[in-house]
């Protein structure tokens, strides 16, 4: 059997990078919590994406961030990573999806990936954020505590009572994280990862304890982000059997149209994009991690013909997936000669 350091290992090699410098924005205050056609895809508010397959954790203050942008954080969503925010004083007007809500410090906001979402802090507002890359969370969770996999990916606010126990426990895992994001060290990833995963058993004990167990968040979600949420669940399901729009429409309760506009409203794209999108993710992540042939790899992503296979990779990335191995490999050999 694997140890749980050797899990963790294994699920975060590769740290995050903050791509783009920090961009004042004034905030315009009426449409600060509105959506837009296209929701904006981060790793962190105003940098830019970067595969979902990496594997990393990133952790800051608010008043870090937020400052820069008036305390406004318009609606964007990250594809790949979790976020968990403490705050410890003052209050914040959040939106996930198109719910609207005020919540006082002292409080947990736990924002899976995938989800839409904005806040609107007081100038007063401190506390620390994590990101992480939430298919790492999973993959570690389902090993060691496979519950916690509805507290990873389910919305939630938590306000939080004096009295409840647990709670002490918050405060000392979030400032460990800081100390061990700014320990360039062997293991960093791992042991950055581990006190994540204990912060999340803590959340799930106090979310039993809460009478938001449900937050009102998950309760009170839109018709049309349940429906999203169901599709990229039946997307993660399915995606190497190659199901068909209309399968998946289907299952949703809807027609091929619908579910294409409502993915162009909620997401920014259409339906085939977010599957292809799915597809694509995983092709990257099992040229990067494992020696698995071409050939393989199209059979088991669902592809009869690896030289289609190849076509597909191609015209979604720029690069054949034999490319796109070599060049992974190329960075690696280089960083380590680097170090």
């Known amino acids: 059997m694997y140890s749980l350091t050797a899990l963790f290992e294994f699920a975060t090699t590769q740290t995050l990078t903050n791509h783009a410098k920090y961009r004042t924005i004034r905030a315009n205050e ?16 105003g940098d830019e994406a970067t595969p979902g397959w990496s594997s990393s954790f990133n952790f800051e203050w608010i008043p870090q ?29 959040v939106q996930i999806e198109d719910i609207k809500t005020r919540a006082t410090a002292p409080c947990l906001l736990v924002i899976p990936a995938g989800h839409v979402h904005g806040f609107h802090f007081s100038k007063t507002t401190d506390g620390p954020v994590v990101t992480a890359t939430q298919k790492s969370l999973e993959s ?28 002490a426990q918050l405060m000392p895992l979030f400032l460990a994280l800081e100390q061990e994001s700014h320990t360039h060290a062997v293991g960093q990833m791992a042991a950055g990862m581990s006190l994540l995963l204990a912060l999340l058993v803590q959340v799930n004990r106090i979310s039993k304890l809460s009478g938001l167990a449900e937050s009102q968040t998950h309760q009170t979600i839109s ?27 289907n299952e949703i309760g809807v027609t091929v149209g619908h ?3 409502l993915c162009r409203e909620v997401l920014g794209r259409s339906s085939l994009e977010v599957i292809n999108a799915r ?39 720029g690069v054949s997936p034999k490319v796109f191995r070599a060049n992974y490999l190329k960075k690696i050999r280089s960083e380590g000669a680097v170090s």
């Open 30 to 45: 009426e449409s600060a919590m509105s959506y837009s056609r296209v929701i904006p895809n981060y790793d962190l508010y």
């Open 65 to 93: 961030r937020s400052k820069i942008y008036n305390w406004f954080i318009q609606p964007h969503r990250h594809d790949s990573f979790f976020q968990i925010l403490y705050l410890k004083n003052g209050h914040v007007d």
């Open 140 to 167: 570690v969770a389902t090993s060691v505590m496979p519950e916690l996999l509805d507290t990873i990916r389910t919305p939630r606010i938590l306000s939080l009572q004096s009295e409840m126990r647990y709670i």
């Open 223 to 249: 018709r049309k982000a349940r429906q999203i949420e169901k599709f990229r669940s039946l997307i993660d399901r399915d995606f190497r059997k190659q199901h068909s729009l209309q399968t998946y429409a």
């Open 259 to 261: 579910l294409s506009r």
């Open 279 to 317: 597809i694509i993710q995983e092709a990257e992540r099992e040229l990067v991690y494992t020696s698995i042939s071409i050939k393989q790899l199209a059979n088991e992503l669902g592809f009869d013909d690896d030289a289609y296979f190849t076509r597909f990779f191609r015209k979604h990335t």
